[in-house]
């Protein structure tokens, strides 16, 4: 199971996700993982950021809770770079860590500042 958005702000019950934000502000990504052997065999979650004709760069999500057999992984990333860009989640399971699953989380369009 997953689930993966993008926030203006801290995720909360009231928090929407969001296509389009301006540079220099953080935006919120966060995912959350499950599996079938409990939290504990997910190892964690990278947030892969493609700039439409640029490279990728790859962040670590910090782990923000774990209950059951699900994990939520987020990062505050600051785009200061104008453009399209494509954010996908790769959750990594078990200790070693070479068993992954991709979901993407959407498009965003940083503006100006």
């Known amino acids: 199971m997953w689930e993966a958005e993008i926030y203006t702000t801290l995720p909360t019950p009231a928090a929407q996700p969001l296509p389009v934000r301006r540079g220099g502000r953080p935006v919120f990504l966060r995912a959350t993982a499950s599996d079938p052997f409990g939290y504990s065999d997910i190892s964690g979650i990278d947030f892969q950021v493609t700039r439409s004709g640029g490279s990728t760069t790859t962040y670590a999500g910090v782990l923000k809770s774990s209950s059951g057999c699900s994990s939520t992984y987020e990062y505050a990333w600051t785009p200061n770079t ?15 860590g070479t068993v992954t699953h991709t979901r993407a989380l959407a498009g965003i369009i940083v503006t100006g500042k």
């Not at 104008?82 to 070693?96: C, F, L, R, S």
Request: charge should be negative; charged fraction near 20%.
């Open 82 to 96: 104008i453009g399209t860009y494509t954010i996908n989640a790769v959750a990594k399971e078990g200790t070693e």
